[in-house]
């Protein structure tokens, strides 16, 4: 169901309703000892914070592909209005459980898309953390998150950087069990300076696009951030 009591049809649900089944709940503390943190990349303890925002007490900030909402709380706990968007009802019941109660804190369940083509509001930052921006059609979503950002604020994103040679429209297979065929769902990988080109034709500035190496060890995937302001 929609916060409007609608129930969703979007196939894409489902398939990251299945997905939230094998993502554990954000953890009591970090390593630092804080309750609410930002992460950027898949590792905990690593990359940047929500700096890169560039936000102040009392700004509005929306986490496009909230999942369980750890990001969006943070931000409303250092006093934004933190608003969160997700496809999946299970992601969105996960961010209930482990953030109640949270002031300056609002989730929807909505397709981005949709959610920024309806709502009223003009953030300062509008960020998607291996999310929304990872799953929508840039030629799509660019423009609409530009409409709705305010001139000198930030977008920003982050997802794993792309596969040499495979750029564009891609295909996420995300398991649903031993008896049933994975869900499909696309996404859109391109390489730094192509997406920081992109992104000023679509009428960013001060863009920055790339990868931020991994922790030390034996991992060898980074993640990609791609930062940009409105120009105005």
Not at 59 to 80: E, P, R, V
Not at 139 to 151: D, F, Q, S, Y
Not at 162 to 187: L, M, N
């Amino acid at each position: 169901m929609n916060e409007n009591g609608q129930t969703m049809t979007d196939g894409r649900s489902a398939a990251w309703d299945t997905y939230s089944q094998s993502k554990p709940q954000r953890r009591k503390t970090n390593a630092k000892g804080e309750t609410t943190w930002f992460n950027w990349t898949q590792y905990p303890d690593h990359g940047p914070g929500a700096d890169v925002l560039n936000l102040s007490h009392g700004d509005t900030a929306l986490d496009l592909g909230c999942g369980s909402a750890g990001n969006t709380a943070h931000l409303a706990t250092l006093g934004m209005k933190a608003v969160g968007v997700d496809l999946s009802a299970r992601q969105l019941d996960k961010a209930h459980d482990r953030w109640p109660g949270t002031d300056g804190m609002e989730l929807h369940q909505a397709d981005a898309l949709t959610y920024l083509g309806r709502t009223f509001t003009i953030f300062d930052a509008i960020y998607s953390v291996f999310g929304a921006a990872w799953f929508t059609d840039p030629g799509l979503l660019l423009p609409i998150v530009h409409a709705n950002l305010k001139p000198g604020g930030v977008f920003a994103f982050s997802h794993r950087p792309p596969v040499a040679g495979c750029y564009g429209c891609q295909a996420s297979y995300i398991p649903r069990g031993p008896e049933e065929d994975p869900a499909v769902v696309k996404r859109w990988d391109f390489e730094p300076d192509v997406w920081a080109l992109i992104l000023k034709e679509h009428g960013y500035t001060d863009v920055s696009a790339s990868v931020i190496a991994p922790p030390s060890g034996s991992r060898r995937t980074g993640t990609l951030l791609v930062r940009a302001v409105h120009g105005g």
